[in-house]
């Protein structure tokens, strides 16, 4: 008899606990993953508690906590939370591409989440959202930014001022050449062009990439901007023009000494002082101020160098917002997501903290530090926005104007779209091909730009050893799935 | 029969501690290298994280085409097997000879003093290694072009950017760094002879070099070929520290600093495919466990008892 009344007892504890959990189970807690770099993010806890409470007064029954990684293990942590669903929503960065993810089944497909949960996120991102597709399928949204980029020089303001340069006189390699013959002749131990780690110091010119890290296969955008030939951009007439240009370049001798063993990236060198300038890629002029300016922390100019700026599927789908195919709350995740998109007060805390906490707002409508609080002591970091999926509904920080953002949204309306916008390539058919093409690159490229060693021949055998590791079979691949697209649109 | 299986019950009952000791280490060693092979078969599989890994398709060889699709193939392999080999030899000879030295250092206190310092490199880290050699050989700032080439009139070398020179570099390194450690395991040895071998020697009127050639190295010889096995089962892979760091993952400097570590580091570092790592791993110990049975039955063949198994 007792035991008969314990099992009764024990199985009406488990019923109470089950109909309690269901209970429960409106409100889900979903782990987000969070990029830390030089700020440690300290407050995170005030910031993750503030933004649940206004989830629970939004009542979508979502609850969220920050998954803090570091920059420097990001792309292995996060690889490894993928294996067993342990986050829910990541930002893609620094990770394989996402028609990779897609394709190796680590990310979630979308499109009815999107339809059902994410409205927010359609609206907001338009067509741009097409960028996120694989194969027809979508991924993820691409975090909002100012899309398309141009080929930018930014320099020292006090050097130009002091030399007598006009930025605004500066509009190609040529004008670029000659203001810093100028700038050389007065100051010739500071190095004119700055490079970062191994040689690196200028993205690919005018060329849609078409899903690949290097221009294996490319439309060149410079021509007519409206063919879809895929072509070889390191046979490319703009390429060669711009071995013509580095050769110049270093018999003036304005590259750094040692460039190959740069341990930071260029714009550091600027800072320090040891360079005058280095090469950046932005929408426009005043957005690679506002943002390097930052870094730098010197007052600089920006030279916008080739014509347009341009919208590319890499240049948007590069930082897409995700969520694992393993997930186990990813309707929730959604949730959260098209809030993060839609809703003002949420992206400023995300982006930029507590105000009054983190950052108080100006008379100019643009926020800045409360008293006594910088970049590095502030408890949640400023400078992060850009990781999160709408910075273009906060405030920005001082001394960026009120309407930047505003500014932004406008060049994502008037700029230059290549015509594969939102084609992405699978590129698992020539995956070898790509890996091996790449080391071609990685083997002869830096070299190739900083004139090191008999330019002409490394050229030819760097051609030659493109061929050979199958480049041409890319670009077929490339072409073939490109056709197909366009054929489908 | 019956005796003989209570002899084995008593046996093992009286040596329980010991085993019991040994849970530790088998439990180590199942878990991390017994329990993985289960993951060879992700070599032969497309990795689909949704389906993890006994559920991922198979895919046949193909996520070992793009080792050898590459025109560098050839070199990859040729680097590391090629580097691996001088290395065997000539680490090891460096490292007896060494420990043969460090053993006629009469005065305790300076073998002690030697002992401590050969080891240091081995401590020190591959990217602090990198920026010693890089202080050596720099262009700009290098202590060899600005101080020694300078003074004797040579023209500066730029070694970051012609392969011709980095075999050496590497090797040089490489040797520098590890034959420390391997000279303190000879030396263990050489201290482990019976004295008594040496004194009927000098009876015997033997010199100094024929108690090196006729005691030290024969008694040597078993921890040579222990350990020179040991390195061949490693001979497809190569130190990724030493190859990727020490020449700044120059590209110029590819043809000759290229192994088949580096390559897959730098092939997936884009794509993250697990399939193809896997595959590379593969081929790395499979060949590696092969040529150590191969090693180990030519061995036998000469000298049973010398034999690893």
Known sequence: ?489 | MQSEKKNLGRRIRRHLPLYFMMLPGLAYIIINNYMPLAGLQLAFKKFKYSLGIWGSPWNGVKNFTYLFKTGDAWIIIRNTLGYNLIFILLGTLLAIVVAILLNEVQRKRLQQTYQTVILIPYLISYVIVSYIVYALLGESNGMINNSIMKALGHNPVPWYTDPKYWPYIMTIVQLWKSFGYSSIIYFATILGIDKAYYEAAVVDGAGAWKQITGITLPMLKPVIITLTLLSIGRIFYSDFGLFYQVPMNTGLLYNATNTIDTYVYRGLLETNDIGRASAAGFIQSVLGFLLVLGTNAVVRSVEKEQALF
Not at chain 1, 58 to 79: H, P
Not at chain 1, 154 to 160: E, T
Not at chain 1, 214 to 220: A, E, I, Q, R, V
Not at chain 1, 413 to 434: I, N, Q
Request: aromatic content about 10%; proline content about 4%; overall charge negative.
């Open chain 1, 1 to 489: 008899m007792k035991r008969t009344l314990a099992v009764l007892l024990t199985l009406a504890m488990l019923f109470s606990c089950l109909s309690f959990a269901s209970a429960e189970g409106t409100t889900e807690t979903i782990q987000v993953a969070y990029m830390l770099t030089m700020n440690a993010a300290e407050q995170r806890q005030m910031v993750q508690d503030a933004v649940n409470q206004l989830l629970a007064k939004k009542g979508l029954g979502v609850q969220v906590e920050f998954v803090c990684i570091d920059f420097a293990s990001w792309a292995t942590q996060i690889n490894l939370m993928l294996t067993d669903g342990s986050v829910d929503l990541f930002n893609a960065c620094f990770m394989p591409t996402i028609s990779v993810l897609a394709d190796n089944g680590s990310i979630a497909p979308m499109d009815d989440l999107f339809n059902q949960y994410g409205q927010g996120i359609l609206q907001t991102l338009g067509d741009y959202i097409d960028c996120a597709k694989v194969g027809g399928v979508l991924y993820g949204a691409p975090k909002m930014n100012a899309f398309s980029s141009a080929l930018m020089f930014v320099m020292n303001k006090d050097i130009c001022d002091e030399v007598g340069i006009d930025p605004t006189t500066i509009t190609d390699f040529d004008t670029l050449t000659a203001a810093l013959q100028k700038v050389h002749a007065a100051k010739p131990d500071l190095t004119m062009i700055a490079n970062g780690k191994l040689g690196a110091y200028m993205d690919t010119i005018n060329a849609d990439s078409l899903g690949t890290q290097y221009p294996l296969g490319c439309l060149l955008l410079g021509e007519d901007g409206t063919s879809l030939k895929v072509q070889n951009y390191y046979a490319s007439d703009t390429f060669k023009n711009l071995l013509g240009y580095v050769k110049q370049w270093a018999g003036n001798g304005f590259f750094m000494k040692d460039p190959m063993n740069a341990q930071d990236g260029s714009m550091a060198y600027i800072s320090n002082g040891q360079a005058f300038g280095g090469f950046v890629s932005y929408s426009d002029e005043a957005t690679a101020v506002s943002v390097q300016q930052k870094a730098i922390g010197k007052d600089i100019y920006a030279a916008q160098i080739t014509a347009a700026p341009w919208a590319t599927t890499n240049n948007i789908n590069g930082m897409t917002w995700c969520v694992p195919s393993l997930s186990t709350h990813k309707e929730a995740a959604v949730k959260f997501l098209n809030e993060l998109f839609t809703d003002p007060e949420l992206s400023n805390l995300v982006c930029n903290g507590i105000e009054g906490v983190h950052y108080v707002v100006t008379d100019q409508g643009n926020i800045t530090y409360p008293e006594g609080l910088d970049a590095a002591s502030t408890g949640w970091p400023s400078g992060m926005g850009t990781f999160w999926p709408n910075i273009c509904i906060t405030y920005p920080w001082s001394p960026d104007p009120a309407d930047i953002y505003q500014n932004w949204l406008a060049s994502n309306d008037t700029c230059s779209k290549s015509p594969a916008l939102g084609f992405t390539f699978d590129s698992s058919d020539v995956a070898d091909e790509v890996s091996s093409c790449a080391t071609v690159v990685d083997k002869y490229v830096p070299a190739l730009l900083l004139n090191i060693g008999d330019t002409d021949a490394l050229y030819q055998s760097f051609l030659n050893e493109l061929e050979a590791s199958g480049i041409n079979d890319i670009i077929t691949a490339k072409q073939a799935q490109l056709d197909t697209w366009a054929a489908s649109k």
